[in-house]
């Protein structure tokens, strides 16, 4: 197969969804590693106080971890904070831990309270030696200032939709939010990538869901659907990805498929002006 292109500009990708059990992390660590074994070098930004992909990607994140948290809240720089994924060449991880969730409250009274993320990822994109082609970042389950600093600090959002009932459902709060985030934090912004995951193609609920996002957000969405695979949920208990669990499984190809989707289009493969304003 070809080369996984790289991106001319490092492209840091916001992967939010306010509801949970969407596939945010699921996503999150799998295009991650995808990148990661075609070459490229990617940086996952775990700001969910669940954890989740530090411990999908095998990365201590017990309370004394030094983490994102002590990034945002006492303006630890990122590179003492920041880990090697041991299992995957030229993955590294920003560990969340359980500090994380006070965050949400003692951000609301700090200086710049949204855009301490930026500040902090800008300084460490900027040091000498430091050459991400992807950031990716986690965004816990709700629309706060954790997921607004995300948005503040990502050029491109990708939303996980999960092929389910009530799918589109809250839909539009977010994309409302990005819109606010756009017209006053991150000019830049633009949602580049929905991604449809848990599709199970037995059912027609599945194929009714699909249709329908794909009829609402035409070409943003990628072609790749994420099937629903037991390879895929069993990896993070062994602090795996399922590139690495089970390289050869269908859930593992999908997640490369999506990855040289999103990295065969580049940041502008999207229609993202009609999708908020349309
Ligand atoms: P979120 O981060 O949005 O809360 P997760 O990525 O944690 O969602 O996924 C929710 C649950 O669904 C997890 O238990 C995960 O293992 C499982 N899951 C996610 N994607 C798939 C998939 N394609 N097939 C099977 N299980 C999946
Ligand atoms: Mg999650």
Do not use: W
């Given at each position: 197969?070809?080369?996984?292109?790289?991106?001319?500009?490092m492209r840091v990708?916001?992967?939010?969804?306010?509801?949970?059990?969407?596939?945010?992390?699921?996503?999150?660590?799998?295009?991650?590693?995808?990148?990661?074994?075609?070459?490229l070098r990617v940086l996952?930004?775990?700001?969910?106080?669940?954890?989740?992909?530090?411990?999908?990607?095998?990365?201590?994140?017990?309370?004394?971890?030094?983490?994102?948290?002590?990034?945002?809240?006492?303006?630890?720089?990122?590179?003492?904070?920041?880990?090697?994924?041991?299992?995957?060449?030229g993955?590294w991880?920003?560990?969340?831990?359980?500090?994380?969730?006070?965050?949400?409250?003692?951000?609301?009274?700090?200086?710049?309270?949204?855009?301490?993320?930026?500040?902090?990822?800008?300084?460490h994109l900027?040091?000498?030696?430091v050459d991400y082609d992807y950031v990716f970042?986690?965004?816990?389950?709700?629309?706060?200032?954790?997921?607004?600093?995300?948005?503040?600090?990502?050029?491109?959002?990708?939303?996980?939709?999960?092929?389910?009932?009530?799918?589109?459902?809250?839909?539009?709060?977010?994309?409302?939010?990005?819109?606010?985030?756009?017209?006053?934090?991150?000019?830049?912004?633009?949602?580049?990538?929905?991604?449809?995951?848990?599709?199970?193609?037995?059912?027609?609920?599945?194929?009714?869901?699909?249709?329908?996002?794909?009829?609402?957000?035409?070409?943003?969405?990628?072609?790749?659907?994420?099937?629903?695979?037991?390879?895929?949920?069993?990896?993070?208990?062994?602090?795996?990805?399922?590139?690495?669990?089970?390289?050869?499984?269908?859930?593992?190809?999908?997640?490369?498929?999506?990855?040289?989707?999103?990295?065969?289009?580049?940041?502008?493969?999207?229609?993202?002006?009609?999708?908020?304003?349309?």
């Open positions: 197969t070809a080369p996984m292109p790289k991106p001319d500009q990708m916001v992967v939010a969804n306010q509801k949970g059990g969407v596939g945010k992390t699921t996503t999150t660590v799998n295009l991650a590693a995808a990148l990661a074994v075609s070459g996952v930004v775990d700001l969910d106080p669940q954890g989740n992909a530090s411990t999908a990607l095998g990365i201590d994140h017990h309370a004394e971890i030094p983490s994102i948290y002590d990034v945002m809240v006492e303006e630890t720089p990122v590179s003492d904070v920041v880990q090697k994924v041991e299992e995957i060449e993955l991880c920003v560990p969340a831990t359980i500090d994380l969730a006070g965050a949400e409250i003692e951000l609301v009274s700090m200086v710049a309270r949204e855009s301490r993320m930026r500040k902090a990822l800008d300084q900027q040091s000498p030696g970042i986690d965004c816990p389950p709700s629309l706060g200032l954790l997921t607004v600093n995300a948005l503040v600090g990502g050029d491109e959002v990708l939303i996980p939709i999960q092929c389910e009932y009530y799918a589109l459902e809250g839909l539009s709060q977010l994309l409302k939010n990005i819109d606010m985030v756009r017209a006053h934090l991150n000019r830049d912004l633009a949602v580049s990538t929905i991604l449809l995951t848990m599709y199970d193609g037995r059912t027609r609920l599945a194929a009714q869901v699909a249709d329908e996002v794909r009829r609402h957000f035409g070409d943003t969405v990628l072609k790749t659907a994420i099937p629903r695979s037991v390879r895929i949920s069993e990896a993070p208990s062994y602090g795996q990805t399922v590139m690495t669990y089970d390289a050869a499984s269908s859930g593992a190809l999908s997640y490369l498929e999506a990855a040289r989707e999103i990295a065969e289009r580049g940041a502008s493969g999207s229609s993202h002006e009609e999708l908020i304003h349309g």
